[in-house]
């Protein structure tokens, strides 16, 4: 494939990691930032885009997601996977880990081996397991009879099948084993998760002392905050090593949770996830989320049986104007919550989740009301914004 061409994006609000800026100017040369702008002799071999009125953001970094476009990442072909990325890819989300479901240990492993070489392609950033080892009293949209607990032989198994892709797994640290898998996980490179658990305030501080790192959509599936009983979303919020998913799509989180969770951690400290089924970017109607069968009608995807909430239909542009027009928060912490957080737990900083020179030219163009205009991945247009390119 040709080098892309050298781009300028000119008169834009640049959300920088020092600050936004007004009229700003964007470099993009082949599939990276570039430092400056082009000097007069290499003006002419520029393509350059008047991007006046839009914002120009890094482009955004999902760490749990199980599908869109009507395809699953959970049990689908490789085709339907680069169905799901592509449909996130042109709401804005540049960076895709693949979350899985929980289903029998053969088929994890083997959806492991095909995640993995979609890893290995370039097109996901890695994988996420969601379960099995998660508990019985917080399973959420997870097959009861397949729960088992986290025996660190059976964590340690995913993780050889992922040849390296494996990011982070969510696990009830509370259950037998999870104190040993954390430590394990820890010791690997992967990012171990609180989630789908019923720990105690106490058994909380323990797994965080262990090594976990990330609350998986803190507030969902697990025990609410009590005063007497402060349970894992007090020990997950107050932990600096900690770091909150929150789904930000209106049907989650009351927004009043959501501002308690972004004040009490910081804007450092929240990476905005979608955990998307298949219908994000596709539409209502029956699914499958691994083994079980899910309703979505009005954007809302519920289990069949027992109308759990079933993950979510949100794409990040969509959590990014949530976040800016109901929950008013400044546009530079909705970045870092987007963007650099979560390239910073992937430990991809060095090449993604800010615009800065000889990083991964991956942006996104939004226009004044956040609504996506455009998206540039390693320096290709994968939605070109619909205004004059000047030659
Ligand atoms: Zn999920």
New binding site residues.
Partial sequence: MAAPARKVLTGARVVLPSGTVDDGEVVIDGAHIGGSAPSAGQEGEAERWDLSGHWIVPGFVDL?N?GGGGASFTSGTVDDVLTGIATHRAHGTTTLVA?TVTGEMDFLTARAGLLSELTEQGDLAGIHF?GPFISPCRKGAHSEALLRDPHPADVAALLDASRGAARMVTLATELPGGLDSVRLLADRGVIAAVGHTDATYEQTVEAIDAGATVATHLFNAMPPLGHRAPGPIAALLEDERVTVELINDGTHLHPAALELAFHRAGADRVAFIT?AMDAAGFGDGRYLLGPLEVDVVDGVARLVEGGSIA?STLTLDRAFRRAALVDKLPVDQIVRALSANPARLLGLDHRIGSLEPGKDADLVVLDEGFEVKGVLRHGDWVVAPQVAAAA
């Fill in positions: 749990h199980h979350s969601e955990d993950g």
